[in-house]
């Protein structure tokens, strides 16, 4: 069965210091994977998709995710973290052929001054 | 550019209550998506469609109902509200299968 794990539930970093978030996935075939943002009491926002293409996919807001089969995992980082990042971000999985994606269970990001 | 809009932001329902949660998308996307985000749980499916007239359920559909009469609208309903409904509901779409979804943002449901 398909399945996305987010590692952390909860990452705390420092205004300006790297950021990464852990994401993986489980799936009998190389599946579309995304991040998605949620700031507090809003939708959820793309933040960058792979869909087997680069191995490194770059986002919106300096974020980028690299997709290794190897380890079937899609890190999601950030080289400095900057206070409006605070957030709650999602890995997500979509199998080709199906209508099903499969959220993680989300990381909320905090970033502190 | 409104992308998706979801109405009502907030609601409280009395236990065995019913309500439309609607959702409206400007984009031309055939495919809707309602969901439900419970703390710690990610987000549940719990109806799709893939054009007007074609509806089909998701993971968590017991005690919702969907409907696709226009490309733009895709109203959810519950009948018979219970307190397991409370949550938040996000209505999403996308141009098709496998891109990355808009969503709408969102509607806090209690049911009381």
């Known amino acids: 069965a398909q399945s996305v794990t987010q590692l952390d539930s909860h990452v705390s970093v420092s205004e300006g210091t790297p950021v990464l978030l852990r994401c993986n996935y489980s799936?009998?075939?190389?599946?579309?994977l995304f991040w998605y943002v949620q700031h507090p009491n809003k939708g959820l926002q793309l933040l960058l998709k792979y869909t087997s293409a680069a191995t490194l996919v770059k986002g919106i807001n300096g974020f980028e995710a690299e997709f290794k089969k190897s380890e079937t995992s899609f890190h999601l980082t950030k080289p400095s973290a900057h206070m409006s990042d605070a957030a709650e971000y999602f890995c997500?999985?979509?199998?080709?052929?199906?209508?099903?994606?499969?959220f993680g269970t989300g990381t909320r990001l905090k970033v502190l001054a | 550019n409104a992308g998706v809009t979801q109405t009502p932001k907030f609601r409280i329902l009395k236990i065995g209550q019913s309500m439309t949660l609607q959702c409206t998308q400007d984009m031309n996307h055939n495919y809707m998506y309602w969901y439900r985000q419970d703390p710690g749980m990610g987000l549940k499916l719990i109806y799709y469609?893939?054009?007007?007239?074609?509806?089909d359920k998701g993971e968590v559909p017991n005690g919702y109902n969907v409907s696709r009469s226009t490309t733009e609208d895709f109203p959810l309903r519950l009948e018979l509200a219970a307190p397991s409904q409370t949550s938040v509901y996000f209505c999403?779409?996308?141009?098709?299968?496998?891109?990355?979804?808009?969503f709408g943002s969102g509607t806090r449901l209690t049911v009381v």
């Open positions: 469609s893939v054009g007007a007239g074609i509806t």
């Open positions: 799936s009998s075939y190389s599946p579309s």
């Open positions: 999403a779409s996308s141009y098709s299968i496998g891109e990355g979804y808009t």
């Open positions: 997500v999985a979509h199998t080709s052929g199906t209508y099903k994606y499969i």
